[in-house]
Every structure is written in C-alpha cells, then in structure tokens.
C-alpha cells in the first residue's frame, strides 16, 4: 500500500534540492537570468507543473513563478508551498500582470526566459493567452529582453538527481515483475485469453497496486501463417508493451513470451537466436551514447553498425522520466530512420534516462523462415560515461 503522506514528504524534498542545486546550474548553462513561468489552473504549463508542491494538483487561478540564480517566488496571492514565497498583494496592486512587471523591474535581469520552443512540446507550455498578456504588461525594455526558454525546460525535465535514479530503478523492477507476470499463466490461459483480455488484465494489475498507466499496454501475436486470430493459443510469440507510473517516473518496456506447444519445453531455436540479435542492436546503440552526441548522429552511427553485422534494424529511442515520452533526446522514429530534425538534434548529456527503444528482423528457419519483428524496449541510465540497464534486459524468451 502506497503511503501517500510519506510520498508527498518525499516529493516536496526532492523539489526543494532541485531547485537549489539543479536550477542554478542550468540557469548558468543556458544563458537565462530569470525564468519566468505562467500557467493557470487546468491549463497548467509542463515545467511548471513539476514545480508545484504535493498537495498542489493543479495550479490556482494564474501561478507565475520567477527563478533567478538566488532567488524564486511567485507573483501570486499565496505561497506556493515553501518553494516560493508569495510576492503579490491584490489589496496594493490590484493587477497581476503590473505586479510582474514590477518585480522584473527590480530585478533588472539581462535575459528573461519564457515557455516557448517550436521544438519540444514540454517546454512550449505558455499559452497564447498568457503570451500576450505577459508582453502586454511589460514595458518596452524588458520586453525585449523575453527569450524563448526552451532548452532550459528541457534540461529541467531530463536531469535526475540521485535520489531520482534510485526511484526510476524501483520502478523499473516494479513495472518488470507486472509485466513478466502478465506474459506467465497468470494473465493467459491459451485457448481462452485474447490480446485485450491481456491488455485490460495490465490495466487493472496496475490499478489494483495503486499506481498509474501513463498509456493503455499493447498485446500483440506473431505466428506461422495468417490465422489473424486475437486468441493466444500455444506455439504464439507473445508481445507487450508497457508502462507505469511509480513515484512520478514513468517507465517503458516492451519484452517477449512463447507459449509452449505440447512436447515442447523451450521456444524454437529460431526466434531464440532473433532475441539474440536484437539484444545485439541494443548493444551497438548503447555503445554510441557519448556526451554531447546528438540523437541523430546515434542513430546514424547505430545503423550503420548494424549494417556492418548484417543486422536489420529499426530505432526509436525516446527519453524518459517524469513523462512518458519524455522532453530531451530522441533517437530516431519508428517511420523517420534518417534522423529526427529538432529533438534529434538534442544533445546527449549525463543523469538522463532513456527508454531504448527498436527492432530486430530476423527469419525463423522452424517458421518457414518468415521474418519475425522482435520489438524490445528497456529502460536505461546515462551516467556520463556509460548507458547501463535499470533493472536488466530481457536475454531470453519468457514461457508460457
């Protein structure tokens, strides 16, 4: 049973670190001397949103937070946790937007960053609303000291702590154990369980735990000839990709089961050996994560490392963390392996985590040697030097 008390305590001390001693880092690394963030309620920015304290679900009326490398409050009428203090008396000045102004004024900050990136969507959270009232309200040199703050959201939302790579690896064996629980005879009896019933049986499982689905899980069968059957009966090659909630980090695997045909106590040696070369591209790609590297360059370098082994090869790696699809470096699509223009062009940077995502083709001689799709998905860690597993890889077919 999930101690919700306990785990708002925990998240207002996470926050109060970040914002201590991640914030001013990135400050100073992006060029920003003041970030100004503004959202209102339902309609809350993205980076702000990861800004507000546990028992704030949601911002109040209009939320403007304003960060500077020492210091941070909010031009609103209440405190925003212990985070930032409140800066705006509606009885003095009645108006919010001249309050801001006000304060920037004070300030007198070089450059002042916003919620705008025509390339990551994470960090595009001011709305047009906002924008104009913002620009509306502020005197013409400060106005036009407004940069677009994108990559400072950006470097927000992908940079772990510590603490936060602890809880991302809890999570990843939390999310491991339901799934291979589902690929077991406990979330398919062959000849009865279909793809949805499996689907909904991982929907509820993580319900049933008191966590989150950040997306619905896909079940999918791959078997000799072209019975289009939803039914998992025995000799299937059973796929599912998944993912959680736990802790506020979300988490993203995709793993394989067989299920085994009377006679049999193994997977034929076909779609062992495809496994195989799967976990083959998954280690020629974490071989090219290099600080500074950009997504695309991976995953040129990747493909072409593959070609070079005659491996058939599709990546789609994706950053992970507080969102699912999450904001930093994308390595590829699934329909755009030439490179990904604006989150391809991310990057690489340490304590950031990834989802390696991709596929490997390969025939199956006992399957009349039809190309198999071994889609595999597993949830990583870049420390700078190395790209290493969260909770392991799947190196061998589950059985059913």
């Not at 304060?103 to 104009?132: C, M, Y």
């Not at 491991?176 to 077991?184: E, I, K």
């Not at 078997?223 to 059957?229: E, M, T, V």
């Not at 591209?281 to 500074?292: A, S, Y």
């Amino acid at each position: 049973m999930i101690d919700l008390r306990s785990q708002a305590e925990r998240h207002d001390r996470l926050l109060r670190d970040r914002l201590d001693t991640l914030l001013p880092e990135l400050l100073s690394e992006t060029g920003i001397d003041c970030w100004v963030l503004v959202g209102r309620e339902y309609a809350e920015d993205p980076v702000l949103a990861t800004m507000l304290p546990a028992t704030w679900l949601s911002a109040r009326r209009r939320t403007i937070l304003v960060m500077t490398p020492d210091d941070r409050f909010a031009v609103s009428r209440y405190p925003v946790g212990t985070h930032f203090r409140a800066e705006w008396s509606p009885e003095e000045q009645p108006d919010q937007w001249r309050r801001l102004g006000e304060l920037l004024k004070d300030l007198d900050p070089g450059t002042i960053g916003v919620g705008i990136s025509p390339v990551q969507a994470h960090a595009d959270g001011l709305t047009h609303a906002e924008h104009e009232a913002l620009v509306s309200a502020l005197p013409d040199d400060l106005r036009s000291r407004l940069v677009p703050a994108g990559t400072l959201g950006v470097r927000w939302l992908e940079t772990r702590l510590p603490d936060e790579r602890a809880t991302l690896e809890e999570a990843t064996s939390v999310a491991h154990g339901m799934l291979r629980r589902g690929l077991s005879r406990e979330g398919v009896t062959p000849g009865t369980t279909t793809t949805t019933d499996l689907e909904w049986w991982y929907r509820q499982t993580v319900h049933d735990a008191g966590l989150e689905s950040w997306f619905h899980p896909t079940v999918s069968i791959q078997r000799p000839g072209d019975d289009p059957s939803p039914v998992i009966v025995e000799g299937d090659l059973v796929h599912v990709d998944f993912g959680i909630v736990f802790g506020g980090m979300c988490t993203d695997q995709q793993e394989h089961a067989y299920v085994v045909a009377a006679g049999e106590s193994s997977a034929p040696e076909g779609l062992a050996h495809g496994l195989s070369q799967a976990n083959r591209i998954q280690d020629l790609l974490l071989d090219q994560f290099v600080i500074g590297a950009t997504g695309n360059a991976i995953l040129e370098r990747t493909l072409e490392a593959c070609e070079a082994e005659n491996l058939e090869a599709t990546v789609y790696t994706h950053s992970i963390g507080l969102h699912g699809h999450g904001a930093g470096m994308t390595i590829g699509l699934w329909d755009r392996q030439g490179g990904v223009p604006g989150p391809g062009d991310h990057p690489l940077h340490p304590n950031t985590a990834y989802s390696i995502e991709l596929m490997g083709v390969s025939p199956v001689p006992e399957w009349d040697d039809v190309p198999v799709r071994f889609m595999l998905e597993q949830d990583a860690w870049f420390d700078g030097e190395r790209c290493t597993w969260l909770d392991g890889r799947q190196t061998e077919l589950h059985l059913i």
